[in-house]
């Protein structure tokens, strides 16, 4: 039987990053907060029984959005943020797009991309097009910041590139330039909305034609799942099916009823991006 509370916890408070990434350091166990959405349900189910929690949350500076080039995105900025800045539509009309599906609004209010992409759920919605677009997560330890590109990020169910004591601390995301397109298509979860399949696309297209594609898809293995070199959208279903050798299934939804989701969706998200390039 769950206790359905937590385990007994320190709680502290960071007041600026420094602080945070010192209290990472020293305390034995400390694991950050920010949201809380994914770790705190967890916590009261006790797969997570972290000694010490640090909330990054109030740390000032960290949830900016703003575009220079590019896209960048502060770990901080909450789903319902990132949905409704105009900047994020401006330069990546798909980043936004993505936040909107995102749980319900309670968990976009709350919930933040640094969060999303430190936690990797296989089901979540970032990692599968952040992987699709290129992106790179910047990650702030004690010996300074690096960045690392989203296919090497995401490692596997619940595990990433960072390394203990570091936080996520922005995304940076290329614009969507001319002759480019992209996509996101998910079927959710009727209860929680998170991914049951979820496939992003980006492509570019010269005179009518895919130049370059990429599809990347979410929710039916540990980490996204990329596929390159397809030439239109039929092609799209048969490559993206046959790419998921074994597809998790659950009591939701078998393996092979995802990984068959996965081609109508692959090509659904191809057929959208493309015409948005095309547009
Ligand atoms: P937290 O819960 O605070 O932290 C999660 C993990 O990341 C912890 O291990 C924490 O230590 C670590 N962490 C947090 N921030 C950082 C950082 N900056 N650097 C390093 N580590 C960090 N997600 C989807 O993608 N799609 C959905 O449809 C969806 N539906 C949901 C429905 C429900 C009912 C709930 C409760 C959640 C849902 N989520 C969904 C998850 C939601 O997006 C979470 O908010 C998100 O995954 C985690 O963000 P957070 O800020 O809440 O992180």
Redesign the pocket.
């Known amino acids: 039987m769950y206790p359905a509370r937590p385990a007994p916890f320190d709680y502290h408070r960071a007041a600026s990053l420094d602080e945070a990434l010192s209290l990472l350091a020293d305390l034995d166990d400390a ?11 967890l916590m009261k189910v006790r797969l ?1 029984s972290p000694a010490a929690l640090v909330d ?1 949350g109030r740390i000032p500076g960290l949830a900016q959005i703003s575009a220079n080039g590019e896209l960048t995105i502060g ?2 900025a909450t ?1 319902a943020d990132v949905a409704g800045s105009e900047v994020a539509v401006g330069i990546c009309p798909v980043i936004p797009e993505t936040a909107r ?4 609004r309670l ?1 976009r209010n ?3 991309i ?3 992409v ?2 990797a ?1 296989p ?4 990692p599968t097009v952040l992987k699709a677009l290129g992106a790179t997560i910047v ?1 702030t330890g004690r010996d300074g910041e690096r960045g690392i590109s989203a296919d090497e990020f995401f490692v596997d169910v619940f595990t990433t590139a ?1 390394q203990p004591g ?4 922005s995304v940076r995301i290329p614009a969507t330039g001319p002759g480019r397109g992209a996509a996101y298509v998910k079927h ?1 979860h009727p209860a ?4 049951v399949v979820g496939v992003a696309a980006s492509v570019a297209v010269e005179s009518g034609d895919i130049a370059d594609a990429r599809l990347v898809v979410g929710g039916a293995t540990g980490t996204p799942v990329t596929v390159t070199g397809i030439a239109d959208p039929v092609a799209a279903e048969e490559r993206v099916r046959d790419a998921l050798t074994e597809p998790l299934g659950d009591v939701y939804a078998s393996g092979e009823y995802r990984a068959h989701l996965a081609g109508v969706l692959a090509k659904r998200a191809l057929t959208t991006a493309v015409e948005r390039a095309a547009g």
Not at 101 to 104: A, M, R
Not at 192 to 195: D, E, G, I, V
């Open positions: 694991k950050a907060l920010a949201g809380g959405h994914s770790l705190l349900p997570a990054i770990a901080l789903h599906q995102i749980g319900d968990v709350r919930g933040t640094g969060g999303s430190a936690h759920d089901a979540a919605d970032y990650v960072l570091e936080l996520v601390t959710r929680s909305s998170y991914a």
